[in-house]
């Protein structure tokens, strides 16, 4: 069964810097795009970065400058590099994978980033 597992999340001071990875296990294909979501406490999930199989990517204004996001389309891993941390970066992130033709929306478990002062 295709499945998105997710690691790197953890406990870091502000400032500092994290790196998430997903890896798309069970899959012989890149989907078309794959992005990182985040849902804090008492909010709504919202979308932190997204990248299409081309390259071409797009950040949520709350996090451009400091975050990164990346994939290698041949061994169907996502990046998401996040510098300069802050205390409302801190939320469990989650990995999607979509792929419009196969019809496929996948989610990570979600990892936890916590980040202190």
């Known amino acids: 069964q295709v499945q998105l597992v997710e690691s790197g999340g953890g406990l870091v001071q502000a400032g500092g810097s994290l790196r998430l990875s997903c890896t798309a296990s069970?899959?012989?294909?890149?989907?078309?795009?794959m992005g990182w979501y985040r849902q804090a406490p008492g909010k709504q999930r919202e979308m932190v970065a997204t990248?299409?199989?081309?390259?071409?990517?797009n950040l949520a204004d709350s996090v451009k400058g400091r975050f990164t996001i990346s994939r290698d389309n041949a061994r169907n891993t996502l990046s998401l590099q996040m510098n300069s941390l802050k205390i409302e970066d801190t939320a469990v992130y989650y990995c999607?994978?979509?792929?419009?033709?196969?019809?496929?929306?996948?989610w990570g478990q979600g990892t936890q980033v916590t980040v202190s002062s």
């Open positions: 990248i299409f199989s081309s390259g071409s990517a």
């Open positions: 069970g899959s012989i294909f890149s989907f078309n795009a």
């Open positions: 999607n994978g979509n792929d419009f033709h196969r019809a496929l929306d996948l």
